[in-house]
């Protein structure tokens, strides 16, 4: 399986980094493949509307950035992991011009290769995960059609706590189970 990682933090050492580097940690055993995509590292400028991408562009977007690597990470992808700190009750920015540029190629009429999605995200208030699970429900699991593999919230100290952590690394173990289970 093609795992990507939208990481929507723009810092290295962070909660949400912390997340996402339990998740691979319990994934390194699988065999499975691994992008983590920093986004607040590429040049990714936001949706301009003008549609060009579904009028003339066959789902190629006018606009020629970073976000070029993503299209492609996320066509390869089996299983999209979107991971941010909560900024204003939703994700940061940075991920949110990633996920709106997505507008161009994730079109559930398209067999798209993505399947499933998770989603891990810190904030300081345990009340502020609101907009980012209204988009994650409304725009992944139902307009895209993703098997939700499930939602991981942190919050103040919580999000660095040892036992949030190894219940993250487990989830990222359990595709090793999985994939065995199958095999069998």
């Known amino acids: 399986m093609n795992i990507l990682i939208l990481n929507g933090s723009p810092r290295p050492a962070g909660n949400t980094s912390k997340m996402i580097e339990a998740f691979t940690d319990g994934l390194k055993e ?62 940061s920015g940075q991920l949110k011009c990633t996920l709106d540029r997505l507008y161009a ?18 904030s ?27 939602v991981f919230l942190t919050y103040g100290e919580e999000g660095v706590s040892d036992d949030k952590l190894e219940g993250i690394r487990k989830f990222g173990k359990s595709f090793a189970e999985k994939e065995n289970e199958v095999a069998q």
């Open 30 to 91: 699988t065999g499975h493949l691994v992008d983590v995509v920093n986004v607040c590292r590429k040049e990714i400028k936001g949706c301009l509307a003008c549609e060009y991408c579904h009028e003339k562009g066959n789902g190629v977007c006018i606009q020629k950035d970073d976000m070029q690597e993503v299209y492609q990470l996320f066509l390869n992808a089996d299983m999209l992991v979107l991971a941010s700190p909560i900024y204003y009750h939703n994700f």
């Open 105 to 122: 190629i994730g079109d559930p009429k398209k067999n798209l290769r993505v399947k499933k999605i998770a989603m891990f995200l810190s």
């Open 124 to 150: 300081g208030d345990k009340d502020m995960y609101e907009g980012a699970l209204f988009s994650y429900k409304g725009d992944f699991l139902a307009y895209l059609g993703l098997e939700d593999m499930g």
